[in-house]
């Protein structure tokens, strides 16, 4: 895991492969609860312990929560990781200000800057995109609640 910049959003997290971290915007999937379950993982995709490639130069604290079903998945700041399906290639970020429900609340889904913090707030140096769910996905499965 490392930073890149990525146009539009700012200095993010990206996996091993250069694409974009994403993290549930909401203070009950912070500090390791895992809100995103069953076939929600078909469209974010849990950055896993083992798929991890962690980058000492990042300020934020890297740690990992086990999930249900027994795997491991990396948080940054006690966030949950993920990538998002519909991020097909570096420099992608299609999913931040992405809003989904998931057969409960509605939640909204950040790219997570380098410095922990959403996009646009001062930290990262640029803004966000915003959105509303529009990204051409229905949005998946379900998450559990």
């Not at 203070?27 to 609860?33: I, L, Q, V």
């Not at 300020?59 to 940054?76: M, N, S």
């Not at 991020?87 to 889904?109: C, E, H, L, R, V």
């Not at 922990?116 to 707030?121: L, Q, R, V």
């Amino acid at each position: 895991m490392s930073a890149r910049q990525v146009s539009g959003v700012g200095n993010i997290l990206v996996n091993k492969s250069g694409m974009t971290l994403y993290a549930i915007k909401t203070p009950s999937e912070a500090n390791g609860k895992i809100l995103c379950t069953g076939t929600c993982t078909s469209f974010w995709i849990p950055l896993t312990a083992s798929s991890a490639s962690l980058s000492s130069s990042l300020p934020g604290k890297l740690a990992t929560v086990r999930r249900p079903g027994g795997t491991t998945q990396v948080t940054y700041n006690g966030l949950p990781l993920y990538t998002l399906k519909l991020d097909t290639a570096p420099g992608q970020a299609k999913g931040n200000g992405y809003t989904d429900q998931f057969g409960g609340p509605k939640f909204t889904w950040e790219a997570i800057t380098a410095s922990g913090a959403p996009p646009g707030t001062g930290t990262s140096g640029s803004g966000s995109t915003g959105g509303s769910g529009s990204t051409g996905g229905s949005g998946g499965g379900g998450c559990g609640y």
